[in-house]
Each structure stands twice: as C-alpha cells, then as structure tokens.
C-alpha cells in the first residue's frame, strides 16, 4: 500500500509550489491517472473543482469511495 511510505500530501503542496500555485480556490484541476484518488483527496480541499481521470472504471469506483463522490463514466 503506497498511502502507509508516501507522503501524498506533502507531494501535492510541492507539485503546488513548483507550479507557483498559491489561490487555486476558483481553478478547476484534473488529476490524470488518479488511481484511487489519493491527490485528489487532497486537491478537492484547494480546487474549486476536481476531475480525476483513469484509464480503469476499477480504480475510478475505489476514488470514488474514497472520496465518496459519485462517479461519471464516460
């Protein structure tokens, strides 16, 4: 399990300070391959809206129950 040795938050906040992102609260972001949404945990607390994005309808429904949201097949 990656979550128990990765630091998933702390990654986020540099990916945001490398970017020079400092008022995200009216940006949209999307997540590109977003596994089981373990950024966009934390990216739905700074973004005003979250598109998390992966290639496996498995991975989408455990982001969706982690993050419970209701997710949208496309």
Do not use: P
């Not at 949404?37 to 992966?54: L, Q």
């Amino acid at each position: 399990n990656h979550q128990s040795f990765r630091d998933y938050e702390k990654e986020f906040n540099g990916i945001l300070d490398f970017l020079s992102l400092k008022q995200t609260e009216h940006l949209s972001l999307i997540d590109l391959g977003c596994g089981t949404g373990a950024i966009s945990r934390f990216a739905v607390r700074r973004f005003k809206k979250v598109y998390a994005v992966d290639v496996s309808q498995e991975m989408l429904k455990i982001a969706g129950q982690n993050l419970s949201l209701r997710i949208r097949s496309h």
